[in-house]
């Protein structure tokens, strides 16, 4: 079965700083993708970042970047110049492309100090 | 913007209690996903749904909840009858078959339910 696993309930980072947020999960499947939501107090689910795991080029998106080791099944979540609108939960999943299954980690909160 | 559409926002019900939540997915998006968030276990998958085919419903208390889609624009999640236990924020998302490592899935607001 597959697992997603978030190391860091909680985290804090000073504002400007940046933080890289821990996730590694379990599969045995070869074709599949990452994702990592932010759900801020409104508790919208908003997608930040996706990787397919048949690329080896990290994904960006602005501040957000991944380091995706495939071997290590290791996807941190780097945020860089943190902003306070950064606070928010962070969830990593994991889906699988052949049925579009889709299972989350249980989170790691991030406070952003100003 | 399209948007996942749920209702309602919050509900508040008595132990035994039948519970009803919906979900409008995006028009065009044929798989949709129930989940349940709770402090303790996260986002809990409960059901997903293909072509308004249950692919997986093995996250989901079978003897009180159950899940549906009568058409492509309405998806729902019965809980009867409701317990406690059953207090959570329940999401439904929605997206594109074997798009969603490129494009994602979209969340809806969720419900939050209380059972008192």
């Known amino acids: 079965a597959q697992t997603v696993t978030q190391s860091q309930p909680e985290m804090s980072v000073q504002e400007a700083e940046t933080v890289t947020l821990s996730c590694t999960y379990d599969?045995?499947?070869?074709?599949?993708?990452l994702f990592w939501y932010k759900q801020p107090p409104s508790r919208q689910m908003i997608l930040v970042i996706r990787?397919?795991?048949?690329?080896?080029q990290n994904a960006t998106e602005n501040r957000f970047s991944v380091n995706f080791q495939k071997a290590a099944k290791s996807f941190s979540l780097k945020i860089s110049d943190s902003q306070l609108g950064d606070a928010a939960m962070y969830f990593c999943?994991?889906?699988?492309?052949?049925?579009?299954?889709?299972?989350f980690g249980k989170g790691t909160r991030l406070h952003i100090l100003p | 913007d399209a948007r996942v559409t749920q209702t309602p926002r919050h509900k508040v019900t008595e132990m035994g209690q039948e519970v009803t939540m919906r979900c409008q997915p995006i028009l065009g998006h044929n798989t949709v996903f129930w989940y349940r968030q709770t402090m303790m276990q996260g986002l809990e998958l409960l059901a997903y749904f293909r072509n308004r085919a249950p692919l997986d419903d093995s996250g989901m208390p079978k003897d009180r909840f159950s899940a549906e889609m009568p058409d492509a624009t309405l998806a729902t999640l019965k809980i009867q009858p409701s317990e406690p236990r059953d207090s959570a924020v329940y999401f439904c998302?929605?997206?594109?078959?074997?798009?969603?490592?490129?494009?994602?899935?979209?969340f809806g607001s969720g419900t939050r339910l209380t059972v008192v």
């Open positions: 990787q397919e795991a048949y690329k080896q």
């Open positions: 998302a929605s997206g594109l078959q074997r798009t969603g490592g490129r494009n994602g899935y979209t």
């Open positions: 599969t045995s499947e070869s074709d599949y993708y």
């Open positions: 999943a994991y889906g699988r492309n052949r049925d579009d299954k889709i299972i």
